[in-house]
């Protein structure tokens, strides 16, 4: 899944954005001031940044330029109502990949998301659950789920195979009692959690019908 980090310091353009992008499955975290932006930054990993240029504290330029210093090379796209030829310099000297125009359509915004993100696309989503490959972190329709290492590993193997099985040898690699028994509780307590249908094949292993 797709994470994207949103500096804009508008309330209302920020909020219905983030609303839009998370109904076209992005996951979006939202900051409001430039060192807002640098924080989060260095807390999470994110595949797009959506800088504003005129935000409090700190400007999204001056934001970029500090990213790309820390050799931080997320692509990055640059929302502003300065469209002249001397801000685009700037956004583009500092790093920017992409500059867009206030106002802007939300669609053709959407479409210069997927042509920065395009090989990401490809992320896995099974059933409503999809796996964040910076963190291996699970989200079920954009809300992170809880669940133990164990059955998170078990999990995330069953998602990246599906439609496939995949071999209980595999699987049991994430046990730390590496047993049949083990490995069916670790199965029926993941049905149960996840309410999907996690069947064994005879011979192989399980997988995620």
Same mark, same amino acid.
């Given at each position: 899944? +797709? ?12 909020k219905s954005l ?6 076209h499955?992005?996951?979006?975290d ?7 932006? +640098?924080?989060?930054?260095? %807390? ?5 940044y ?13 934001v970029?330029?500090?990213? *790309?210093?820390?050799? %931080? ?10 469209? %002249? ?12 990949? %992409? ?6 359509d ?7 998301i ?7 696309q ?23 789920c ?42 029926v ?12 094949? *005879?011979?192989?292993?399980?997988? +995620?019908?």
């Amino acid at each position: 899944m +797709i994470k994207i980090l949103l500096l804009e310091d508008d309330p209302n353009l920020a909020k219905s954005l983030v609303k839009y992008l998370q109904r076209h499955d992005y996951i979006v975290d939202w900051a409001k001031h430039g060192e807002e932006a +640098i924080d989060l930054s260095y %807390d999470h990993n994110y595949d797009l940044y959506l800088f504003d240029v005129n935000v409090p504290l700190m400007n999204g330029i001056d934001v970029l330029t500090a990213l *790309r210093q820390a050799e %931080d090379r997320t692509p990055t796209i640059i929302i502003s109502a300065q469209i %002249d030829l001397d801000s685009m310099s700037k956004g583009f000297d500092a790093g920017a990949d %992409d500059y867009v125009k206030k106002p802007f359509d939300p669609e053709e915004l959407l479409l210069r998301i997927k042509s920065k993100t395009m090989l990401l696309q490809k992320s896995l989503t099974v059933h409503g659950y999809s796996v964040d490959t910076h963190n291996n972190d699970i989200y079920h329709n954009n809300t992170l789920c809880g669940m133990g290492e164990v059955q998170k590993n078990i999990f995330i193997q069953l998602l990246t195979a599906y439609p496939n099985p995949v071999a209980k040898e595999l699987l049991m690699e994430s046990l730390v009692t590496q047993n049949d028994g083990a490995l069916r509780v670790n199965i029926v307590k993941l049905k149960k959690e996840t309410a999907l249908d996690i069947q064994a094949v *005879r011979g192989v292993g399980y997988k +995620i019908l």
